[in-house]
């Protein structure tokens, strides 16, 4: 089984506990406005990144590109990434580096292994493990199914972030390999949901619920998006969810950072994905949500 990746980050210490290796896959069911991984959402394998400043207009992509992608427009580079092949012949020619590929097409479950025992002994030492992240691992699942039995064959702790939004089934294997759901809670209203994320959320309630009855360890993943959630409804809820739901294990509230971006430009994928940008909030602000939620008898697992 293959499955298309598009990067695998090495001594992670924020997906889960201990030292990880954070394995992102590609493709994403979702298109929240605020994704900080915006080029993880499209389903194709490979985006290839532009990085202006470091152009040195050698004209050697202009030469190569068998797809005749790159071309000037007025004293602007642009490239037609819809008839890019990523056969990376730019990229490898690209004198100042300003090029380059993100994502490895058809990579095998044994190879991402191989990468990630090379960091086994960080996790005896850290009891970290692996982490699945993405865009959404599940739009991957057989994949997911390889990898984690992998990855419990090898005795490795396995933790999973995931938007929960699909049907149910799909976890049916997969959830038994799966020491962590790291699930996000990103919007409390039906309609707001939809809107900025492209999908309901009344699934995902549902899935939160069927994993925590079942006595699955959970950790809710709640961004603070300044303008578009923040509102004592949405964390009341939160609250709300980590006071019913006693197995879980708390919500960690997430502050809006506006890395992505950036990234759209960088991946050209203006006019291909929405995008907003917002402040990012400032500490006062996040622990006095942290404060609301514990009023209301909530878990939030936020160091301050
Ligand atoms: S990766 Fe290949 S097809 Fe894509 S722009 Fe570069 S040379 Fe052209
Ligand atoms: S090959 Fe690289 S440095 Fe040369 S023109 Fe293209 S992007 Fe610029
Ligand atoms: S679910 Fe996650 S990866 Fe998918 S669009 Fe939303 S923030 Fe991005």
Known sequence: MRGNIFEIQHFSVHDGPGIRTTVFLKGCQLSCLWCHNPESIQVRPSE?????????CCGVCFAVCPAHCHRVEGDKHVIDRQHCTFCGKCIHLCAGKALTLCGQEGISAEEVMEEVLADRRYY????????????????????????????KQYGIHVAMETNACYDYQLLKEIKENV????????????????????ASNVRIYENIRKLHDEGRSILLRCPIIPGLNDTEDHFKKIAQMTAEMKGLIGAELLPYHNLGVGKIEKFGLEGQINYMTAEKPLKE???????????FGGRIINER
Not at 48 to 56: E, G, P, W
Not at 125 to 149: C, K, N, R, W, Y
Not at 285 to 295: G, K, Y
């Open 48 to 56: 290839l990144a532009y990085v202006d400043s470091k152009c040195v």
């Open 124 to 151: 005896a030492e850290s009891e970290g493990g692996i982490t699945l992240s993405g865009g959404e691992p599940m739009m991957q699942a057989d994949f997911v199914l390889e990898l984690t039995s992998m990855a």
């Open 179 to 198: 020491d962590l759901f790291l699930v996000d809670w990103k919007l409390t209203d039906p309609q707001k949901h939809m809107k900025y994320t492209g």
């Open 285 to 295: 602000s996040v622990n006095r949500w942290i404060e609301l939620c514990t009023a």
